[in-house]
């Protein structure tokens, strides 16, 4: 009789084996007590009497290994499924509907490094480890010394083990791996389980909490130092000068709008990372949320003597993906950054264009002038609309231009006018093009201006021709 496999549950294969040497033993003790009870004169009585039970017993056995040989089949057709990344349903469409990526790792020799091969990998997993094939080498997939030290571990050594795993490119995604040993598969190799959990959200959460009290607690203090000290004047000797209570109050005054433009920036930036991994799916009128900002900023300009010159197609000819809200804040803390270092009289051009590469994107558009990259998205074959803002201000050298998106960086010895700024609007913009997945570039020539340049991912749904038009809005 065919031997149950060594992979079914020890119950089940002592089930197996069992049942059919039970029935044979009952057939025969219940023909021996016949015998026993008619005696020697009725012995061809008797042995009419064992035959039935004979014969159910020869059918009994035969279903049982029957039985066997099913089971057996079936657990040699599940390892075969799973050592060729074809598990069959219901086990696939459990897998795919997880969340989580998850892994089937097989692997023979501990010394052979190159041996071990994923043989199975859920939607999730396909999706976040960019894997386009069912079956592969694990080192293709995943190359963090760690996670691999714990899958071997897991192979070789039947231990459970866990690790963090920092998936690589421009968005930051934070796992944790978790390993678990399947004992041995149908050809003879070790298997283990591998699942990664996001912990993206819990490690924002935290650094979000840690940098914003940084940050507060270190900006935050001299204007509440300011504010103390002339609160302390006017409870003292100025309390009767009524000059010099009007001037320290509207010294005040501006203290606590910067504590509250401060406030406000810090909250939108902290919003901003917390979901700087989602990736937001809306179609946005790109021209039509610029030709918003300007008309917007249009009074600051006339007032400094600014103008506005805008190089756009019409409203409904380009179609991005993104969120209005921060592609609206994007425009306006670039070209709100450019009126800031403009001289009056100064000129701001402002330009959009669509279809082009990323390459394209970050292509010279000032004569002699350092440029740098500041957000480079993952190459893919995506088409972009690029944002760019060009001012005549003061401009910088190259060596101050890596530093541009970092919290409450200024450059020494320039000034953005009366109304400064907080320092945090250039790494607000990096940080929502980011979750855009899309690029930052700057160029600047000292004395002679900067270019700011946004690009987003393009809607699918784009129309295929624009028609440019020129605005310009004149600042009297």
Same mark, same amino acid.
């Given at each position: 009789m065919p031997q149950p496999s060594p992979s079914l549950p020890l119950r089940l294969r002592r089930g197996l084996v069992a049942q059919p040497v039970v029935m044979t033993g009952l057939a025969g003790a219940l023909a021996l007590v016949a015998l026993a009870l008619v005696g020697d004169a009725h012995i061809m009585m008797a042995l009419l009497l064992a035959v039935p039970l004979a014969a159910v017993t020869y059918v009994q056995a035969r279903r049982a290994r029957g039985e066997a040989a099913r089971l057996q089949a079936e657990v040699a057709e599940t390892h075969v499924e799973v050592a060729e990344g074809t598990l069959s349903l219901p086990y696939t469409s459990v897998?795919?509907?997880?969340?989580?990526?998850?892994?089937?790792?097989?692997?023979?020799?501990?010394?052979?490094?190159?041996?071990?091969?994923?043989?199975?990998?859920? %939607?999730?997993?396909? %999706?976040?480890?960019?894997?386009?094939?069912?079956?592969?080498?694990?080192?293709?997939?995943?190359?963090d010394p760690d996670v691999?030290?714990?899958?071997?571990?897991? @192979?070789?050594?039947?231990?459970?083990?866990?690790? #963090?795993?920092?998936?690589?490119?421009?968005?930051? %995604?934070?796992?944790?791996?978790?390993?678990?040993?399947?004992?041995?598969?149908?050809?003879?190799?070790?298997?283990?389980?591998?699942?990664?959990?996001?912990?993206?959200?819990?490690?924002? #959460?935290? %650094?979000?909490?840690?940098?914003?009290?940084?940050?507060?607690?270190?900006?935050?203090?001299?204007?509440?130092?300011?504010?103390?000290?002339?609160?302390?004047?006017?409870?003292?000797?100025?309390?009767g000068d009524e000059g010099a209570r009007d001037r320290f109050l509207a010294i005040m005054h501006v203290q606590a709008e910067r504590m509250s433009r401060l406030i406000d920036d810090l909250m939108s930036l902290s919003r901003i990372e917390l979901n700087e991994h989602v990736r937001p799916l809306e179609d946005v009128d790109l021209a039509a949320a610029v030709l918003d900002v300007l008309d917007a900023l249009s009074p600051l300009a006339?007032?400094?003597?600014?103008?506005?010159?805008?190089?756009?197609?019409?409203?409904?000819?380009?179609?991005?993906?993104?969120?209005?809200?921060?592609?609206?804040?994007?425009?306006?803390?670039?070209?709100?950054?450019?009126?800031?270092?403009?001289?009056?009289?100064?000129?701001?051009?402002?330009?959009?264009?669509?279809?082009?590469?990323?390459?394209?994107?970050?292509?010279?558009?000032?004569? @002699?002038?350092?440029? @740098?990259? @500041?957000?480079?998205?993952?190459?893919?074959?995506?088409?972009?609309?690029?944002?760019?803002?060009?001012?005549?201000?003061?401009?910088?050298?190259?060596?101050?231009?890596?530093?541009?998106?970092?919290?409450?960086?200024?450059?020494?010895?320039?000034?953005?006018?009366?109304?400064l700024g907080t320092g945090l609007g250039l790494a607000i913009v990096k940080h929502i093009m980011n979750r855009h997945r899309g690029g930052l570039a700057v160029e600047s020539r000292p004395a002679h201006g900067t270019v700011f340049t946004a690009y987003f991912p393009m809607a699918e749904r784009r129309l295929d021709k624009t028609r440019d038009v020129h605005n310009v809005i004149q600042a009297s």
């Open positions: 897998l795919n509907a997880l969340p989580d990526p998850v892994m089937v790792i097989s692997a023979h020799e501990p010394d052979d490094l190159t041996g071990r091969r994923f043989v199975m990998v859920n %939607r999730a997993g396909r %999706r976040i480890l960019k894997i386009q094939r069912e079956a592969g080498l694990l080192v293709t997939a995943i190359r691999l030290e714990v899958v071997d571990e897991a @192979l070789f050594g039947g231990l459970e083990g866990e690790a #963090v795993y920092e998936l690589g490119g421009t968005q930051e %995604r934070i796992f944790r791996a978790y390993a678990r040993p399947l004992g041995v598969g149908a050809d003879g190799g070790r298997l283990a389980l591998v699942v990664l959990h996001d912990e993206t959200d819990i490690r924002r #959460v935290e %650094r979000m909490r840690a940098d914003f009290l940084a940050n507060a607690s270190h900006e935050l203090r001299t204007p509440l130092a300011s504010l103390a000290g002339f609160i302390e004047t006017l409870r003292g000797h100025a309390r006339r007032d400094k003597g600014v103008v506005l010159d805008a190089d756009a197609p019409g409203r409904g000819q380009l179609i991005i993906t993104g969120d209005r809200d921060q592609v609206i804040q994007v425009a306006q803390n670039l070209v709100d950054n450019a009126l800031k270092y403009s001289a009056p009289g100064g000129h701001i051009r402002i330009r959009l264009e669509s279809g082009l590469s990323a390459e394209a994107c970050v292509a010279q558009r000032m004569d @002699l002038a350092a440029r @740098l990259s @500041l957000l480079t998205p993952d190459h893919g074959p995506e088409r972009f609309a690029a944002l760019s803002v060009m001012d005549a201000g003061p401009g910088m050298e190259r060596e101050h231009l890596p530093r541009l998106t970092e919290r409450f960086y200024r450059v020494e010895g320039q000034k953005s006018g009366e109304k």
